[in-house]
Nanobody
Framework: VQLQASGGGLVQAGGSLRLSCKAS????????MAWYRQAPGKQRELVARITSGGNINYADFVKGRFTISRDGAKNTVYLQMNSLKPEDTAVYYC????????WGQGTLVTVSS
């Protein structure tokens, strides 16, 4: 099983990034996919989640700025991040769950002020 996250980088405040996470080795369409993040010295926290049926939940701190989506044909989940703030700086992790939980390796997002 592999969750390969990409798309992180350095961006100025107010800018945008799009994260991608390509899954292999799992039945993608049955998994709830999510993005978590962990800032230095802080606990890992949920950013956004999308179920196999397309139900979506966002953390309050990203509502209206981030959009999660999934493409079953590509076994990929995306996180479009707009209006980025310095406090969004963190390692972003892809997560999959369908009875069994899997984590990706993380991609670093740095937002400069």
């Amino acid at each position: 099983v592999q969750l390969q996250a990409s798309g992180g980088g350095l961006v100025q405040a107010g800018g945008s990034l799009r994260l991608s996470c390509k899954a292999s080795g799992i039945n993608f369409v049955l998994n709830t996919m999510a993005w978590y993040r962990q800032a230095p010295g802080k606990q890992r926290e949920l950013v956004a989640r999308i179920t196999s049926g397309g139900n979506i939940n966002y953390a309050d701190f990203v509502k209206g700025r981030f959009t999660i989506s999934r493409d079953g044909a590509k076994n990929t989940v995306y996180l479009q991040m707009n209006s980025l703030k310095p406090e969004d700086t963190a390692v972003y992790y892809c997560h999959a769950v369908n009875f069994i939980t899997y984590w990706g390796q993380g991609t670093l997002v740095t937002v400069s002020s």
